[in-house]
């Protein structure tokens, strides 16, 4: 299996808190991208990194904002949480040359 | 636009029936990739297979098969004689590649019940 963690695994925080989810990898992999599964909806690509310090939008961006200071850690913030954050977000990882990603187990996220 | 489609939204089949995921994708590139992933009630995504488009042997692993068909777009999932332990979210997905980038489109997911 892939070397890949989240943290925290569950959270449960408040309308309007800022909120930072954490992705480690100990692949080396330059590509770390973090996801979100609704129902009715699959994974939907919130933000993603090619390379330390660079970064994209995905297709749901907006409210999410994003930070790789080194190849191991993808951070994704909330800056300031809604209850349409309310998701499990899914952190993943690809090599170059290597089309197919491996995710990390998910962080199940709360927002009341 | 890159899109990916998976009709079934739940299956539900009883232990050792064969079962077929139908996935239909969009895409205007002609270089790309189709994978499948399956997501157990543990809620893990684990990687099953990747297709390049410019293959389109079939590919037979155990009691799985994916029927990948360029003319209909078609890239189908076949669990033969299905078990308990296949009961799972499966999900198929389209690679996109932009700037060098390689990006993921996800279908909204298959859930298979097989019961005993």
């Known amino acids: 299996d892939a070397g890949i963690t989240q943290s925290p695994r569950h959270k449960v925080t408040e309308t309007g808190t800022p909120v930072t989810l954490r992705c480690h990898q100990t692949e080396n992999h330059r590509y770390m991208y973090w996801y979100r599964q609704d129902p009715g909806h699959g994974l939907r690509l919130i933000h993603y990194?090619?390379?330390?310090?660079?970064?994209d939008k995905g297709e749901v961006s907006d409210g999410y904002s994003v930070s790789r200071s080194k190849t191991e850690d993808f951070l994704l913030t909330l800056e300031s949480a809604t209850s349409s954050q309310t998701s499990v977000y899914f952190c993943?990882?690809?090599?170059?040359?290597?089309?197919?990603?491996?995710f990390g187990p998910g962080t199940r996220l709360t927002v009341t | 636009a890159q899109k990916v489609t998976q009709a079934q939204t739940e299956i539900s089949v009883v232990e050792k029936e064969d079962v077929t995921l139908d996935c239909v994708y969009e895409t205007r590139d002609t270089t790309y990739y189709l994978f499948w992933y399956k997501q157990p009630p543990s809620g893990e995504l684990v990687f099953l297979i990747r297709r390049n488009s410019f293959d389109e042997q079939n590919e037979i692993s155990g009691r799985y098969s994916w029927n990948f068909q360029k003319s209909t777009s078609s890239f189908n999932f076949t669990i033969t004689a299905s078990q308990v332990v296949d009961s799972a979210v499966y999900f198929c997905a389209l690679s996109e590649e932009r700037d060098s980038s390689y990006k993921l489109i996800f279908g909204s997911g298959t859930r298979l019940l097989v019961r005993p």
């Open positions: 990194s090619y390379g330390v310090k660079d970064t």
């Open positions: 993943a990882i690809s090599s170059d040359g290597s089309y197919e990603q491996y």
